[in-house]
């Protein structure tokens, strides 16, 4: 059973900080074998939930809504409106899909997302953020040299393309609508959606060309 005993928690802060090792990974398992101990939280449910983001939610519901705007223009006009309430008619919600804004790459413009303070990110569609995205490193060049990161990342960019960089909040996430892939004509959402990684939904990825008739 959880329980929320204030002074409990106050107590497990301090003894927090004053044991914590200096490496993350070291420091989240002892937080989590702390909580463990302490009885607030349990090993198991831990591991069903980094599964369900990791597996599950994966980036699995961010290609399904760029699936569903690639194929339904009428959706696709919602979703750039108001990618909240676009995203649940798809019956996603909760706390990371209450403020998405979906935005639109088009040849012109590239979107590249990032969050330049800590690492919010729309993980009820895109899953567990990736590793980089919460680097220091990618944090502060993604704003500073976006042409350069996206090109470590393998994404070359036009020089007559303009990179949008967008700042995510925990007010505001950004969802990125990558350009469907050339080729892709005459596949059905399912199929649309297969194509889409997560990287192309924060921006650092661009969908390849698929090869005619397969
Ligand atoms: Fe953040």
Redesign the pocket.
Known sequence: MTSHDSKKIVEIHEHLHSDLPSDPALRVKALESLLVEQGMIDSAAIDAWIDLYAEEIGPKRGAHVVAKAWIDPSFRARLLADGTAAISELGYQGHATGHVIAVENTPAVHNLVV?T????YPFTLLGISPGWYRLQEYRSRAVRDPRGVLQEFGVMIGDDVEIRVWD???ELRYLVLPLRPEGSDGLGEEALAQLVTRNSMIGTDVLQPIARGR
């Open positions: 969050c303070l800590c690492s919010c995510s909040t925990a």
